[in-house]
């Protein structure tokens, strides 16, 4: 069946300038992430839907990030006024279940990379 | 501190070499933990879980030592397709969200 997908794979903008990252998740899954991940750094955990519970938003850098998912399937992204620190890979992942201690595995799409000049 | 630390490496070793990472985690009260591998540019991909009584899968095998909050993996015989980044994940109770913390990840390069 198909995995997570993201689009773009690569987006290129102007510092300053607003930008939306989508991902749609595994048919099915009720659970999914954002993560960033910086050159050479490990992944750094930015958002997190559950279901219809209120998202888990302790990891977001700041107000000029937000993220939606509508009708628990697809979310997207926005970064606002966006700044030359916010280049990076953004990666989403989806699992089954999440939200409980349990071995649920995530299971990542591609990425955007994002390129902020 | 970090939550989840790791030695970045990288490890370069020959084919056929047995290999071992370390990852520490500082939460105590963290419940299950994992290891992904990450090719250059890839996304993470999960390689096992790692349980309490340790688990061997073909020439992997993972270790939790709960009381010194330490896991481990062990490369056996590697192979050249075995060089990817390797990031230790711990799942932690937080604000009573489950929530996955990644190492930065080692870094191992097989050579011929």
Redesign the interface.
């Given at each position: 069946g198909a995995g997570v997908s993201q689009s773009p794979s690569n987006k290129v903008t102007e510092k300053g300038k607003d930008v939306e990252l989508r991902c749609d998740p595994i048919s099915g899954h009720t659970a999914l992430y954002w993560y960033r991940q910086s050159l050479g750094q490990g992944l750094e955990f930015l958002i997190y839907f559950q279901g219809n519970s209120a998202p888990d938003k302790s990891g977001l850098p700041s107000d000029r990030f937000s993220a939606e998912r509508t009708g628990g399937s697809v979310s997207t992204l926005t970064i606002q006024r966006t700044q030359q620190e916010d280049s990076a890979v953004y990666l989403c992942a989806s699992s089954y279940r999440g939200g409980t201690p349990s071995t649920d595995t995530q299971y990542f799409g591609p990425g955007t990379r994002l390129t902020v000049l | 501190r970090k939550e989840v630390e790791q030695d970045p490496g990288p490890f370069n070793v020959p084919e056929g070499a047995t290999v071992a990472f370390n990852c520490t985690y500082s939460n105590s009260a963290s419940?299950?933990f994992?290891w992904y591998r990450q090719d250059c540019r890839?996304?993470?991909?999960?390689l096992m879980?790692v349980y309490s009584s340790g688990n061997e899968d073909g020439r992997f095998t993972a270790q939790l030592n709960r009381a010194s909050q330490y896991i481990s993996l062990l490369i056996r015989d590697s192979k050249l397709s075995d060089s990817a980044t390797y990031?230790c994940v711990v799942?932690t109770?937080?604000?009573g969200?489950?929530?996955?913390?990644?190492?930065?990840?080692t870094r191992l390069a097989v050579h011929p």
């Amino acid at each position: 069946g198909a995995g997570v997908s993201q689009s773009p794979s690569n987006k290129v903008t102007e510092k300053g300038k607003d930008v939306e990252l989508r991902c749609d998740p595994i048919s099915g899954h009720t659970a999914l992430y954002w993560y960033r991940q910086s050159l050479g750094q490990g992944l750094e955990f930015l958002i997190y839907f559950q279901g219809n519970s209120a998202p888990d938003k302790s990891g977001l850098p700041s107000d000029r990030f937000s993220a939606e998912r509508t009708g628990g399937s697809v979310s997207t992204l926005t970064i606002q006024r966006t700044q030359q620190e916010d280049s990076a890979v953004y990666l989403c992942a989806s699992s089954y279940r999440g939200g409980t201690p349990s071995t649920d595995t995530q299971y990542f799409g591609p990425g955007t990379r994002l390129t902020v000049l | 501190r970090k939550e989840v630390e790791q030695d970045p490496g990288p490890f370069n070793v020959p084919e056929g070499a047995t290999v071992a990472f370390n990852c520490t985690y500082s939460n105590s009260a963290s419940q299950s933990f994992f290891w992904y591998r990450q090719d250059c540019r890839k996304e993470p991909k999960l390689l096992m879980s790692v349980y309490s009584s340790g688990n061997e899968d073909g020439r992997f095998t993972a270790q939790l030592n709960r009381a010194s909050q330490y896991i481990s993996l062990l490369i056996r015989d590697s192979k050249l397709s075995d060089s990817a980044t390797y990031l230790c994940v711990v799942n932690t109770l937080s604000g009573g969200y489950n929530k996955l913390i990644f190492g930065a990840g080692t870094r191992l390069a097989v050579h011929p």
